[in-house]
């Protein structure tokens, strides 16, 4: 037995690790699909799976979202994906809205706020807040933003409590962002508002040129389809990703942000299919139509690959990439392998070693896996940033410690390879 089990193990560990790439099949609506849906965020084109993990991190800190954080991790909370999460941040965000997935540690900011603390019968924990809840005391933070930035003093001399104040503008205008990348927020029915504004866009456009030239027009239109332009025309204030892509195939990097599509469309008089797609999944997806968000989904991927084939790619290559989480799975594998390594120095057992480089030797593998999928996505090289330098650093680490623990066969080898790992997740 003592001389398979380094191989079950190893053999455990990677079946575990294949099993993490199948996706959670959905329940209703396909919510993995729109995940692999691509955008423009960050400079670069991604799923709507990776703005949804990178929002929900600088958010709540977590790429999940915990619906029910008062409840503890034995008390089996609510707990849905990234893209249910900004799907209905973007869809229904009177829903989402009320979801406590806004963290807040400081007691100070808390105070200012005038959030409630810890009480579990009335389900709060002290640290999650929902948007509704923190709404009323927008103002109060404002004013308490632009005081700590007229102060003008260097960041490493702000206190905890600055610090805390400024990090929560930059996570409540990110979720404003959110809330305004595909319909604009607050609007009931977007489907219908969008239906009118184009059916009043020739007469409105006639009535704007009448205006110009002296000539009579018709004031209510007019006056209706301002409104609706200075409605769209402060979606894209708020700077949200850019969702629509170009009709032009050949200009394949000028996306557009949806209010700003909307307002082109008096040129033409012509609103882009790709708004008409996501609001006919908005519209299912607040009446709880899943069959209709998902043609619709299906509908306008399908459209995409007519032209943006690549993207198309790209966004379920990344989506899949960002299943595997290739690094965190390996990191699992590095810890395992350096406690039985550290059991090995305490009855210097040679199958603990032995399992431990099998472990080690699976992790590495993973962790380059990882490296090369990630450069091939993005077309860079591995050290791109502090954190992409702390993954190479801890992937140079491992190769090393394998190299001394082939000279030496003490463990010390295998421990700084997991240590070396554990360095980075820290940095991370």
């Known amino acids: 037995m003592k001389k398979w089990l380094p191989i079950i193990l ?33 400079g670069r084109i991604q799923p709507m799976d990776s703005l949804a993990r ?19 991790a034995f008390g089996k909370p609510r ?13 229904a965000p009177t829903t989402a809205d009320q979801w406590p997935v806004i963290r807040v540690d400081n007691q100070e900011l808390i105070s200012l706020l005038k959030l409630p603390g810890k009480d579990l019968a009335q389900k709060q924990d002290g640290k999650h807040y929902s948007w509704a809840q923190i709404r009323p005391a927008l103002q109060a933070l404002d004013d308490e933003t632009g005081r700590i930035e007229n102060e003008k003093m260097d960041a490493s001399q702000r206190s905890a409590y600055e610090k805390a104040v400024l990090k929560m503008r930059e996570r409540l205008w990110l979720y404003v962002q959110l809330k305004n990348t595909v319909q604009p927020e607050g609007v009931e029915n977007w489907t219908q508002q969008l239906a009118d504004y184009e059916k009043m866009m020739p007469a409105a456009v006639a009535a704007a040129q009448a205006e110009q030239t002296g000539q009579k027009y018709d004031e209510a239109v007019l006056k209706q389809f301002a409104g609706l332009v200075q409605e769209f025309t402060s979606m894209s204030q708020f700077e949200p990703p850019l969702v629509i892509p170009p009709h032009d195939a050949g200009s394949r990097e000028a996306w557009k942000r949806t209010g700003d599509v909307l307002v082109d469309a008096m040129r033409d008089g012509k609103v882009h299919p790709a708004v008409h797609f996501y609001a006919a999944m908005a519209s299912a997806f607040q009446i709880g139509d899943s069959l209709e968000f998902n043609r619709q989904i299906v509908l306008y991927r399908s459209s995409l690959s007519q032209g943006f084939s690549h993207e198309v790619r790209k966004a379920g290559w990344e989506d899949f990439f960002n299943r595997m989480q290739p690094f965190y799975n390996a990191m699992v594998i590095y810890i395992l392998a350096g406690v039985l390594a550290c059991l090995f120095w305490f009855n210097f057992s040679e199958t603990l070693r032995r399992t431990a480089v099998g472990l080690v030797i699976l992790a590495l593998v993973i962790h380059t ?22 993954i190479f650093i801890g992937w140079g680490a491992c190769i090393l410690g394998l190299v001394l623990e082939a000279f030496w066969k003490n463990a010390i080898g295998l421990v700084v390879s997991s240590v070396a790992e554990r360095a980075y997740a820290v940095l991370r």
Not at 80 to 88: H, K, N, V
């Open 10 to 42: 190893t053999v455990a560990m990677a079946a575990w690790f294949l099993s993490t790439l199948r996706p959670v099949p959905d329940k209703n609506f396909a919510f993995t699909e729109f995940g692999k849906l691509p955008v423009l965020a960050s």
């Open 369 to 390: 896996t990882g490296l090369v999928f990630r450069m091939v996505l993005e077309g860079r090289p591995p050290v791109t940033n502090l954190y992409s330098s702390a």
């Open 79 to 91: 707990i849905i994906s990234a893209t249910e999460w900004l799907a209905t941040v973007m869809m």
């Open 54 to 72: 990178n929002s929900l991190l600088q958010i709540r800190e977590k790429q999940e979202a915990n619906l029910e954080p008062w409840k503890g």
